[in-house]
């Protein structure tokens, strides 16, 4: 049944058109050996519901991009703000009624989505005007929420400029604002290839927006969007997602005084670490994801599994090496590397930084998968070890913690390996944690 599911998103995603202007072929990731580019990064994002922010220099196409996903794929169905320093986006939901001498909603509060362009030209007090927007809501002069969009669907992207490893124009973007932006993808890490420029060229080069075809596939991503809390997700990709939020926020007890958690002490970290052997492995320079961040990646990877499916021949099952791919993107700009080491290191690109602590973790992944699945089959049999544990330590301490419940559902009802399908799903309304035992 999963599996005719994640077939079905697939196809609806085959619906989608390719954008008609905008050009870049660039791969930003793969997934299963299939690369995926800008275009597909931003069709993720919108079967998934994730609020986007495109960065990049002047002048490299994120107006066109934005213009060209609103209309290829939304129909033009969509609102459109230009930032500056007296922006007010109530006054798009909201207009007065002379008759009533009171304010009323306007059709605007339907529509599913919503462009900024360039909205660092606003300032920060201006900038906070938009967070209810980008939660889906605004509230009115009563102090009533009001939900924005269509069939519970409400995404926003915008634009910024970047530079120097920071957002400028004539405001910094507030941080509150951009932990709302589930993706910050910066452009000029992945910018278009000679093909691409000197297709640009030769179709037209009137250096403005050009207003591409509307074809209107709101209802195909809705359904998508509704079909991906369905996604298969193995162990590995549950215990991936895991460590980037538990495994990342493990520090030594020596170090943390006991605490074992960088969460606990934010402000010491990376002083306290000096002489520490792990922080030239770049744990004292990375902090674990936020729980919107994490649940963020969690519906990204299962989107960007489904765009791959669309462009060959993926596999419908999410792992681990599709969540650290999808982490490439959500992590740079997620306020979890320290500024400092990515300037001294990585020439103050995030991205570059991101990319190899990535590395690493999927080679320490790599070797303890068999460990991991030897100790998940145990646990699901209710036969888990101590002495297989104890080899799971430090960042990995976390995995224990899961096994350990499992083993004990394991030992209270029997073999969870020999259950039926009926019995199982009885079982997850019990227990939710067994929605990870999908490839037993």
Not at 26 to 45: N, R, T
Not at 258 to 271: F, L, V
Not at 317 to 343: G, L, T
Not at 387 to 400: I, S
Request: hydrophobic share 35%.
């Amino acid at each position: 049944m999963q599996h005719i599911t994640y077939q079905d998103m697939v196809e609806r995603v085959k619906k989608l058109p390719k954008l008609e202007i905008y050009r870049n072929n660039s791969m930003v990731v793969e997934i299963d050996g299939l690369p995926l580019i800008i275009e597909d990064i931003l069709k993720a994002a919108m079967i998934s519901r994730l609020n986007i922010l495109l960065c990049s220099e002047r002048g490299e196409g994120k107006t066109q991009l934005m213009n060209d996903v609103a209309n290829n794929w939304f129909g033009g169905n969509s609102v459109y703000l230009r930032a500056r320093p007296d922006s007010d986006p109530k006054e798009i939901y909201e207009k007065f009624n002379l008759d009533k001498l009171e304010k009323e909603l306007t059709p605007a509060i339907t529509i599913p989505l919503v462009l900024i362009d360039e909205i660092n030209r606003a300032p920060s007090i201006t900038q906070n005007q938009f967070f209810n927007m980008f939660d889906g809501y605004i509230e009115t002069g009563k102090g009533n929420r009001i939900p924005l969009g269509y069939r519970d669907y409400h995404v926003v992207v915008a634009s910024a400029n970047i530079g120097d490893g920071r957002y400028y124009g004539t405001f910094d973007v507030d941080p509150g604002l951009t932990d709302r932006f589930h993706i910050v993808l910066d452009m000029d890490n992945h910018p278009p290839d000679t093909k691409d420029n000197l297709e640009i060229l030769l179709s037209d080069t009137d250096p403005i927006i050009l207003d591409s075809r509307r074809e209107d596939h709101l209802d195909d991503i809705i359904e998508i969007k509704n079909l991906l809390n369905d996604m298969e997700m193995d162990i590995s990709a549950y215990l991936a997602l895991s460590f980037l939020r538990d495994g990342l926020d493990y520090c030594l007890p020596e170090k943390s005084y006991g605490t074992k958690s960088k969460r606990m002490i934010p402000n010491a970290i990376p002083e306290i670490c000096e002489g520490c052997f792990r922080l030239g492995e770049g744990c004292g320079y990375i902090r674990p994801l936020s729980v919107r961040s994490e649940k963020a990646l969690k519906k990204f990877v299962c989107g960007l599994k489904v765009v791959a499916g669309a462009k060959g021949n993926a596999d419908g099952v999410v792992s681990y090496k599709d969540v650290f791919e999808a982490f490439k993107i959500i992590a740079p700009h997620s306020n979890i590397v320290d500024d400092y080491w990515v300037r001294r290191e990585y020439c103050c690109n995030p991205s570059l930084a991101i990319l190899d602590l990535t590395r690493k973790f999927q080679e320490g992944f790599d070797e303890r998968r068999g460990l991991i699945e030897e100790t998940f089959l145990d646990s699901a049999k209710g036969r888990l070890g101590t002495g297989t544990l104890d080899k799971l330590d430090q960042e990995w301490e976390f995995c224990g913690d899961i096994f350990r419940e499992i083993n004990n559902i394991a030992q209270k009802h029997g073999d969870l390996s020999k259950k039926t399908e009926e019995e199982y799903i009885a079982l997850i309304k019990r227990y939710p944690i067994l929605k990870v035992l999908v490839d037993l």
